[in-house]
């Protein structure tokens, strides 16, 4: 196990250094990229100060090998546009993208379980129907546009939860507020990802219910439920955490979409208005933080396999 860690962590150092070659390379070289910030009007002593500023007048390898040794220490550059370090913009923005994500992740999960549970044991019957439904929907309906419908019914029109942002004004230590104001964004955004739950649940279970071991459990009369909990699920839990896995990776990129749609300030918004201003630190501090995220879950998932399943060893 112990030289199953060091190697996965060895590929996850290895993936984030090409994430961050790749990123810093397109960004500096591509067209429109930080040399365009430059304001032509001013003088060129000024121009050539502001070119020193932000390390534009050294070769871009030269730049991206400064980059990455202040990135190891932590120093992921200054913002152009806010002039804050961009490590505490991250860590400014990070806590509600996580509870957004994490609040999605539940319910997702939660609900893509059991509606798959249900189709699974009710194959070809009105349940099965109804559940094939609601995830195919989940699948065809665009995040934007199910979160302005949601905006308008139950903002506008109902007015039972508010429209946008993370807190009402003055109200910052009430946390009822705040999980008023989380309903909306964690909802669409986990409608989104519930229907992968949905169907990989209602196939793991399927292959599971056919099995010898369950039929065997059947034989000796034991309650259904029992057999689901102790024999179905247990199984069937490999390939769903796998899903939950990769799901949780995708949170990110939705939330872009989401934390736009609903004026969610999160890194997802962040994100959003660094690439509207042009700020290249911005940019590359949450490209970053998204691949450390993804290798991080990746390394999560891989254990959690041999703590579901103790047939599955890492050597």
Do not use: C
């Amino acid at each position: 196990m112990t030289q199953f860690l060091v190697r996965r962590l060895a590929q996850g150092a290895v993936v984030l250094f090409l994430v961050s070659l790749m990123t810093f390379f397109l960004i500096n070289l591509a067209p429109g990229g930080p040399s365009s910030l430059m304001d032509m009007s001013t003088t060129v002593a000024e121009r050539n100060a502001r070119y020193a500023l932000y390390g534009l007048d050294k070769p871009v390898h030269e730049r991206y090998v400064s980059w990455l040794a202040g990135a190891v220490k932590g120093d992921l550059g200054t913002s152009i546009n806010q002039g804050l370090p961009v490590s505490r913009l991250l860590m400014q923005r990070l806590g509600a993208t996580v509870i957004l994500a994490l609040s999605a992740l539940i319910l997702a999960a939660g609900f893509g379980i059991v509606l798959g549970i249900v189709a699974a044991l009710n194959p070809n019957r009105w349940p099965d129907h109804l559940v094939s439904t609601v995830a195919t929907l989940g699948m065809s309906v665009p995040n934007f546009w199910l979160g302005i419908i949601a905006i308008i019914v139950f903002a506008v029109e109902l007015r039972w939860l508010p429209a946008s942002g993370i807190v009402s004004i003055g109200r910052s230590a009430d946390i009822v507020d705040r999980l008023r104001h989380l309903v909306l964004p964690a909802s669409v955004l986990a409608f989104g990802l519930m229907p992968n739950v949905i169907r990989v649940t209602r196939s793991a279970v399927l292959e599971t219910k056919a099995t010898d071991f369950v039929r065997t459990a059947r034989s000796k009369g034991l309650p259904d439920g029992k057999i689901v909990r102790k024999h179905m699920l247990r199984n069937a839990f490999v390939p769903i955490t796998a899903m939950l896995g990769l799901i949780t990776t995708v949170l990110f990129s939705g939330s872009v979409v989401i934390e736009s749609v609903f004026g969610y300030a999160g890194l997802g918004r962040l994100a959003i208005e660094a690439a509207n201003g042009r700020d290249y630190p911005v940019i590359l501090g949450v490209t970053m933080l998204a691949g450390l995220v993804v290798v991080i879950v990746n390394l999560v998932v891989d254990m959690l396999y041999a703590a579901i399943d103790p047939r599955i060893r890492h050597g």
